[in-house]
């Protein structure tokens, strides 16, 4: 049974998401309003901020499940209900979650380093590039959870994600890295038939109008770049998150508080994001683990692997592999 139905809920969907849209508003329209290099200081406060607020809301998430619960007849039908223990396991879960696509956006920060690297884009302009990109993402993202909610009502749906998690983590742990080419990208090959796209950046114009024609910048090209990898990684993320717990309006905000606190995450970890060279295989561990939960753990478990083994060792594969990196050194760094 879930425990908040978008049936009841749908005014907290839309105050949530009132709420992001006034903090990316805030953000852009006051704190960034003039284009400037985002220090490592200010992507820390940042960093503080968002991760504050995820941790308020999830407190408040469980003060208001322990109220509610109680009250709410329909679940007086489920067989040994515990109020206080389903609160309880309601805010482990979005813990556990925002601390999976957390883990997991790290890999988008690889991808921003390269590209922007790949396109020269100034560190000054890079981040209205995220914010609009990121803005893009929490569309993509909750799209892409509304469909993962309907195709969870069905059985064999579960297993199938559960598969498709545990072979991308085997893929991702034996992947090489590999030099990212946008110009061979699909999306941006077709997008150049419709538009020409200028050589030259212009300020921080998306678009710059050169001989009376419009022209794509490749700022623009870099924030579609980036809008295409997105996806890809929805497509993994989304999946795992629905690992952790079966309750949308909890996938949905644990994904979305991870996904605001990701460009101040950039800009903290861009210059040292090389050091953690053990991570992939980190992340590549807990995709599978949460593949196995889907597939066989929870089923073991009498349905529900227990949501504390599930935090510790999550938390544990991430915390190993950061420590590994820092104290074994790269292949790359012994030969040299």
Same mark, same amino acid.
């Given at each position: 049974?879930?425990?908040?139905?978008?049936?009841?809920?749908?005014?907290?969907?839309?105050?949530?998401?009132?709420?992001?849209? @006034?903090?990316?508003? *805030?953000?852009?329209? !006051? +704190?960034?309003?003039?284009?400037? %290099?985002?220090?490592?200081?200010?992507?820390? #406060?940042?960093?503080?901020?968002?991760?504050?607020?995820?941790?308020?809301?999830?407190?408040?998430?469980?003060?208001?499940?322990?109220?509610?619960?109680?009250?709410?007849?329909?679940?007086?039908?489920?067989?040994?209900?515990?109020?206080?223990?389903?609160?309880?396991?309601?805010?482990?879960?979005?813990?556990?979650?925002?601390?999976?696509?957390?883990?997991?956006?790290?890999?988008?920060?690889?991808?921003?380093?390269?590209?922007?690297?790949?396109?020269?884009?100034?560190?000054?302009?890079?981040?209205?590039?995220?914010?609009?990109?990121? @803005?893009?993402?929490? *569309?993509?993202?909750? !799209? +892409?959870?509304?469909?993962?909610? %309907?195709?969870?009502?069905?059985?064999?749906? #579960?297993?199938?994600?559960?598969?498709?998690?545990?072979?991308?983590?085997?893929?991702?742990?034996?992947?090489?890295?590999?030099?990212?080419?946008?110009?061979?990208?699909?999306?941006?090959?077709?997008?150049?038939?419709?538009?020409?796209?200028?050589?030259?950046?212009?300020?921080?114009?998306?678009?710059?109008?050169?001989?009376?024609?419009?022209?794509?910048?490749?700022?623009?090209?870099?924030?579609?770049?980036?809008?295409?990898?997105?996806?890809?990684?929805?497509?993994?993320?989304?999946?795992?998150?629905?690992?952790?717990?079966?309750?949308?309006?909890?996938?949905?905000?644990?994904?979305? +508080?991870?996904?605001?606190?990701?460009?101040?995450?950039?800009?903290?970890?861009?210059?040292?994001?090389?050091?953690?060279?053990?991570?992939?295989?980190?992340?590549?561990?807990?995709?599978?683990?949460?593949?196995?939960?889907?597939?066989?753990?929870?089923?073991?478990?009498?349905?529900?692997?227990?949501?504390?083994?599930?935090?510790?060792?999550?938390?544990?594969?991430?915390?190993?592999?950061?420590?590994?990196?820092?104290?074994?050194?790269?292949?790359?760094?012994?030969?040299?």
């Amino acid at each position: 049974m879930i425990l908040f139905p978008f049936a009841e809920y749908w005014w907290f969907y839309g105050l949530f998401t009132l709420f992001v849209l @006034l903090m990316l508003a *805030l953000d852009l329209g !006051v +704190f960034h309003r003039k284009a400037h %290099a985002v220090s490592f200081k200010e992507a820390s #406060i940042w960093s503080v901020v968002w991760v504050s607020l995820a941790l308020f809301f999830n407190y408040i998430l469980y003060r208001y499940a322990l109220w509610k619960f109680p009250q709410d007849e329909r679940l007086f039908s489920i067989p040994n209900f515990n109020p206080d223990l389903a609160a309880w396991t309601v805010s482990l879960e979005f813990l556990t979650g925002y601390i999976v696509e957390k883990s997991l956006s790290v890999d988008n920060i690889f991808i921003f380093v390269m590209v922007f690297a790949y396109f020269a884009i100034p560190t000054k302009y890079q981040h209205r590039v995220l914010f609009y990109g990121i @803005l893009g993402a929490l *569309l993509f993202r909750a !799209v +892409f959870i509304a469909m993962g909610s %309907a195709l969870m009502q069905f059985h064999w749906v #579960i297993y199938l994600f559960g598969a498709f998690l545990i072979i991308t983590g085997i893929k991702m742990f034996f992947a090489h890295n590999e030099e990212i080419e946008p110009e061979k990208n699909f999306l941006i090959r077709m997008f150049k038939k419709i538009m020409p796209v200028s050589p030259r950046l212009d300020g921080q114009n998306f678009f710059s109008r050169i001989d009376g024609r419009w022209h794509a910048t490749p700022l623009f090209i870099a924030l579609l770049f980036l809008e295409a990898t997105d996806i890809i990684f929805a497509v993994d993320s989304v999946p795992a998150i629905f690992a952790i717990t079966k309750e949308p309006m909890i996938v949905f905000t644990s994904n979305i +508080f991870a996904i605001l606190g990701l460009r101040s995450m950039y800009f903290m970890l861009a210059g040292v994001i090389d050091k953690f060279h053990l991570l992939k295989y980190g992340l590549a561990i807990v995709l599978v683990f949460v593949g196995l939960k889907m597939v066989w753990l929870n089923d073991a478990f009498g349905g529900k692997f227990p949501i504390t083994w599930s935090l510790g060792i999550i938390t544990g594969v991430i915390a190993l592999s950061v420590v590994g990196s820092l104290l074994i050194p790269r292949r790359d760094d012994k030969l040299a």
